[in-house]
């Protein structure tokens, strides 16, 4: 199931793009990310399988649990991901918001608080 598109000046948060599988990968096996939300794999193999995963999670008509996955962008030019989802360590009424920041947009530190703080104005 594609997840919404939201836009948010001067973000907008849209289905990743196969294009973008580079800057994903980048994303992922960045040192700062890894030491934050390393889920283990750290090999740019591995995270290309993860990133062509998320396609076939896009093209699922009932997902079994709450998981939308974002390709963050301005400009039209990848800028990081963010997550939304429901995981083990979800109370009933919670979900998880994971996001990460391609290492050379990090000069847009502001790009997650930014968008929280568009959805709750």
């Not at 283990?40 to 896009?58: M, P």
């Not at 994971?98 to 104005?121: G, N």
């Amino acid at each position: 199931m594609l997840p919404p598109i939201i836009d948010c000046l001067p973000f907008h948060l849209k289905p990743l793009q196969t294009k973008d599988k580079d800057a994903f990968v980048e994303t992922l096996l960045d040192p700062l990310t890894v030491q934050f939300m390393s889920d283990g794999i750290e090999d740019k193999k591995a995270e290309r399988v993860l990133f062509k995963k998320i396609f076939t999670i896009y093209q699922k008509e009932e997902p079994t649990r709450c998981l939308w996955i974002w390709g963050i962008y301005r400009d039209n030019e990848y800028c990081g991901q963010v997550e939304l989802k429901l995981t083990e360590n979800c109370k009933e009424d919670e979900l998880e918001v994971v996001s990460a920041t391609h290492p050379k947009k990090r000069a847009l530190k502001t790009v997650l608080r930014h968008l929280l703080s568009k959805q709750t104005e």
